[in-house]
């Protein structure tokens, strides 16, 4: 075991899995010679040469869809863009060209990639550096979106990433990548894709987060110790959604809390909810409470504070959905 934050535990699993496997190959903007924008890719372009660690042009549709055509002809990429915000340039080639392959040619090509790319708020950042758009992506049949709060889940859940026969968006939350440390075994280590994590039992509210939220999550459920009993659950995979652990978790509990980063309407937190209505109403003794971000553009660093959320809003939410 070692201790690491979220930066060195996915740069230790982006080596030993080059290390594991020849076709695994790394781009991206400034991946090599300086190790990204966040140093996650440090010291790889030294170990494993330009072949294998690219850096590219500034250009997102490119790195995307070059990915794509080495993913289909038996490399295993894995593609960086810088901010969450720069990726919208390439939606067309993960939206038409990426998520489709597989079903296009009926089973008989694969596009084994992985975007990875660290989003949302949190660290004072400039517009396109903050985005929390996540939706965008779990609405595409053939994606899977999978989002690690921890350097052990970034370890786990990144392995498992890269050894998926389908193209995975793995969305890194800027605010954890130096907040926290924990042991991260060496060597191999996975974590199964679409399957939630039980942070603690409780007995009287499930809280649903994942990524940058579970810290927040944590601190307001820790602050209520005594008060409320908290089922916590970190979704890790938002598409495809383990459900089933969801449902579990709401109808033992009769009470729901969701926390999202992004903004309120048409998000992943809506999502929860309707299946919540749709499988556990009965079992419902309040109405499910969203504590999100609003519905406007990130704002700019001074504003910032009054945008992101707070374990403040977080108590408030659970204290209301218990005392209903």
Known sequence: MALMNMVQAINTTLKEEMERDESVVILGEDVGTDGGVFRLTEGLLAKFGPERVIDTPLAEAGIVGTSI????????????????????????????????????????????????????????????????????????????VVVPSTPLEAKGLLTSAIRDPDPVVFLEPTRSYRMLKEEVPEGEYLIPLSQARKVQDGKDVTVIGWGAMMPLIQKAVDSLRGKVSCDVLDLRTLSPADWKAVIASVKDTGRAVVVQEAPRSFGVGAEIVARINEKALLSLEAPVERVTAPDVTVPLPKGEDYYYISPDRIIKAIMRTASY
């Open 69 to 144: 055509g080495m993913a289909m002809n038996g490399l295993r990429p894995i593609a960086e863009v810088q901010f969450m915000g720069f990726s919208y340039l390439a939606l067309n080639q993960m939206i038409c060209h990426a998520a489709r392959m597989r079903n296009r040619t009926r089973g008989r090509l694969s596009v084994p990639m992985v975007l990875r790319m660290p989003y949302g708020a949190g660290v004072k950042a400039l517009e396109h550096h903050s985005e929390s758009t996540e939706a965008l992506y779990c609405q595409i049949p053939g994606l899977k």
